[in-house]
């Protein structure tokens, strides 16, 4: 049974720093695609960031140079620091798990989810 599970999100003022992270279980975790995304109210679900079972990684445009995504393979955890933060940033965050980081951006790739963690920059 895969679970994900958020912890991090918060209320921070815009400027500021969050790290998110994904606590994984119930599978093979360093082998797979890991990504975050966000959803903000009315918004379709967004990619933010992921990483790949050899480490590489990608962004989108909008986070680049200000957030960083990393794992620890021996921790089954995925991270997401945030710096730099910007009011367009507050939505719910999740993590999710994928068999290929081919597109990485699109939701529908990833097959678990966590139940997600709110981020608001205000």
């Known amino acids: 049974h895969v679970q994900l599970v958020e912890s991090g999100g918060g209320l921070v003022q815009p400027g500021g720093t969050l790290r998110l992270s994904c606590a994984a279980s119930?599978?093979?975790?360093?082998?797979?695609?890991m990504g975050w995304f966000r959803q903000a109210p009315g918004k379709e679900r967004e990619g933010v960031a992921a990483?790949?079972?050899?480490?590489?990684?990608s962004y989108a445009d909008s986070v680049k140079g200000r957030f960083t995504i990393s794992k620890d393979n021996a921790k089954n955890t995925l991270y997401l620091q945030m710096n730099s933060l910007k009011p367009e940033d507050s939505a719910m965050y999740f993590c999710?798990?994928?068999?290929?980081?081919?597109?990485?951006?699109?939701?529908?790739?990833?097959?678990?989810w966590g139940q997600g963690t709110q981020v608001t920059v205000s």
């Open positions: 999710a798990a994928g068999q290929t980081c081919g597109n990485w951006w699109k939701a529908s790739e990833f097959g678990y």
């Open positions: 119930g599978y093979t975790y360093s082998s797979y695609c």
């Open positions: 990483i790949d079972s050899d480490g590489s990684t």
